[in-house]
């Protein structure tokens, strides 16, 4: 028995220390917070009644994180501990026994949104920013200076000019996630599981340029030797640092006793859906800084502070079947087809499954019941099967090693997990392609959707990009197909010959060129007058333009050395598609700094119109309201955003209004 105990001991070690290991260094992690939570209290639970069978080396007793090798290392003066987590108001009663037992009295909390980021210490001397590192180990972290001043929430000076040492989260919004999401996948990048993820992967990105383009943020919560500066309780370390410039999350509250803690809780649980950033919890600290020292640490956790973690809305349903898609570079990516469940108010049928390593991991098989989360309440996510109800007949799944759309061999990169289609031909990845370039945010061809490309793709109407500035001369012939017409395909011919006036950022970024997304195709136009010039630029000039590094530039030499895409280049130039910069007229920065919101049906705009004209006179739109939100335009139809706005007496414009105000 007391073999079989050790063994259970050293087979969960092994697990979290792996599960530790893809969450914190390869910001992928192949299970959910449930599962991990359960398996550190199975081995808490383990090591407390078996003492002599726990290594001293246990997960349960390390701070966070492994040190990703490729960063240079930094040992904390203090350390940065983690906190212990509570899942239900009893073990919060629990918490409070214990600081009742260390001190004799019951003491007040501050309690605090626990956001979903990672980590990080900040260093300033004389109110410079010196030093940013993650917490690693809780001993030795990690350097991320360059990269922690890219964080655009986060000071880079203090007009106090003050040297302290701040604790913090950095994290990524949930308006800055779906458009990083949105950019990797017209790359055909692997997409971001959740905002976490997205933050850990570009705080610990060795191009800095990289991270800046992903707009992380920073809430500052932490103080190291508080005292120093007269400072008594969390609630006035909370003001001062917010005095020294630092974001502070305004949302924090005192909780003079455990109901109002319970209150708190109870009244983020349902807000939680309306924050623009996402958050897994509430931690709950001690106010009185004096009485920390009395109430105790553990080894790797502070006695006078706990996590309440939120349960994740999941659902089980069944997993009927497993289809593969590629992307315009070739990915390819397995999905899940479920029976339609309810999720976080979302109806949900289908989930990515990532890649063949993820499903080998999990043993995913057609047939299963799964249990399924949406992950950060955005993107749906197999967490887990239900091994209990899987038939006797089932069988593992196998990866089809030939392209779903032209049967040919595909292939594993070196250091990916994901395989792909290198045919160059491949009927699926020229479709996306053809797609990607007509998109609204490249060339903008309107009438040549999703739908209307596989058409005329199927009946050889387009085999190229090229070809879509030819389909003029078959007029007669498209009005002849079913839900065209003459009116449908005079206004996309139309709307081709228009597009030949767009701009070469959006010309840039139609051609699909890999990693390069709508910023950086901005910053290429400035640049360069023309293709022709770019061609010509050399990886030392591109790497010198602001956020394009050294794989972005390899990329765009790589995609101007293929015969191919020079044969399509002078194919475009041929028919009349050779946009060159236009110099940019000054527009005055009306909005600059301003936080702007859109919501409802705009009657003369289209949303990403309406988005332009904000950003182009220095505003930023975003999608949600908060206290920061300067002005809401509201059109028909507006819903909760119009009602907030008005609760907290934020200024609500109408169409016609905005219109005036950006008149010159």
Not at 322 to 331: A, D, K, N, P
Request: glycine residues 6%; proline residues 4%; hydrophobic residues 35%.
């Amino acid at each position: 028995m007391s073999e079989q105990i050790k063994a259970e001991m050293d087979r969960l070690v092994k697990l979290i220390r792996q599960y530790n290991y893809e969450y914190y260094v390869l910001d992928a992690p192949s299970v959910s917070d449930l599962e991990y939570d359960s398996l550190l209290r199975r081995l808490e639970a383990l090591e407390k009644e078996y003492p002599e069978y726990a290594q001293p080396n246990s997960p349960t007793k390390q701070v966070g994180d492994y040190l990703k090798l490729d960063l240079q290392e930094v040992e904390h003066a203090y350390p940065m501990l983690s906190l212990a987590n509570a899942f239900s108001f009893e073990e919060l009663k629990e918490f409070e026994d214990r600081i009742f037992k260390a001190i004799g009295r019951l003491p007040s909390y501050v309690c605090e949104l626990k956001i979903d980021g990672i980590a990080s210490t900040v260093h300033y001397e004389d109110g410079l920013l010196t030093l940013g590192a993650t917490r690693g180990n809780g001993t030795v972290g990690e350097n991320i200076t360059q990269n922690m001043l890219t964080v655009k929430t986060l000071p880079k000076v203090l007009t106090s000019h003050e040297t302290v040492e701040v604790r913090g989260e950095v994290y990524m919004s949930i308006e800055s996630f779906e458009k990083t999401n949105g950019d990797r996948k017209k790359k055909g990048l692997p997409l971001f599981a959740n905002p976490r993820n997205a933050a850990g992967g570009s705080l610990r990105q060795l191009d800095a340029s990289i991270t800046k383009e992903r707009q992380l943020d920073h809430f500052a919560y932490g103080l190291v030797n508080p005292e120093k500066y007269g400072i008594r309780t969390h609630e006035e370390l909370l003001k001062q640092l917010k005095k020294w410039g630092f974001n502070v999350n305004p949302e924090y509250r005192l909780c003079p006793t455990l109901d109002d803690v319970f209150k708190y809780i109870e009244e983020y649980t349902e807000k939680r859906k309306t924050l623009a950033y996402e958050i897994d919890g509430i931690v709950i600290k001690v106010n009185d800084l004096a009485l920390y020292d009395d109430i105790g640490y553990t080894v790797k956790t502070p006695k006078w502070a706990i996590a309440y973690k939120f349960p994740a809305e999941i659902a089980t349903t069944l997993l009927k079947d497993i289809f593969l898609t590629v992307g315009r570079t070739g990915m390819i990516t397995p999905n899940a087809v479920m029976e339609p469940v309810l999720i976080a108010g979302t109806v949900v049928s289908r989930a990515t499954l990532n890649n063949e390593d993820f499903i080998k991991q999990k043993d995913i098989r057609i047939g299963d019941y799964v249990k399924v989360r949406k992950a950060g309440e955005i993107i749906p996510e197999v967490i887990e099967v239900d091994y209990s109800r899987r038939s006797p007949q089932s069988k593992p799944y196998v990866m089809p090693k030939v392209c779903p759309v032209c049967q040919q061999p595909i292939v594993k990169k070196e250091k990916e997990a994901e395989y792909y289609c290198v045919n160059p031909a491949c009927h699926g990845r020229k479709i996306e392609q053809i797609i990607h370039f007509a998109s609204r945010q490249a060339m903008d061809i309107e009438g040549l959707g999703d739908k209307q490309t596989e058409i005329l793709y199927q009946l050889g109407f387009i085999k190229t990009i090229a070809d879509i500035y030819r389909l003029k001369n078959y007029r007669f012939e498209l009005t002849q197909l079913e839900r065209f017409g003459d009116k449908k395909v005079d206004n996309l011919l139309q709307a081709i010959e228009k597009s030949k006036e767009n701009t070469l950022d959006q010309f840039i970024f139609g051609l699909g060129i890999r990693f390069v997304g709508n910023k950086a195709s901005k910053n290429l136009a400035k640049r360069y007058r023309s293709i022709d010039e770019l061609r010509q630029a050399s990886f030392e000039e591109l790497t010198d333009i602001p956020d394009i590094g050294d794989v972005m530039a390899q990329s765009i030499i790589d995609y101007f050395q293929d015969e191919d895409n020079l044969r399509l280049l002078a194919e475009l130039k041929e028919l009349g598609v050779n946009p060159i910069a236009q110099k940019e007229a000054e527009i005055p920065q009306i909005f600059a700094g301003m936080s702007i919101v859109l919501t409802g049906k705009l009657e003369t705009l289209t949303r990403d119109e309406a988005t332009k004209l904000i950003e182009e006179r220095g505003g930023r739109s975003s999608s949600s309201v908060s206290k920061k939100t300067d002005f809401v335009v509201a059109g028909s139809d507006a819903g909760s955003k119009l009602d907030k706005a008005q609760a907290l007496g934020i200024p609500v414009l109408t169409e016609e209004e905005f219109l005036a105000k950006i008149k010159p």
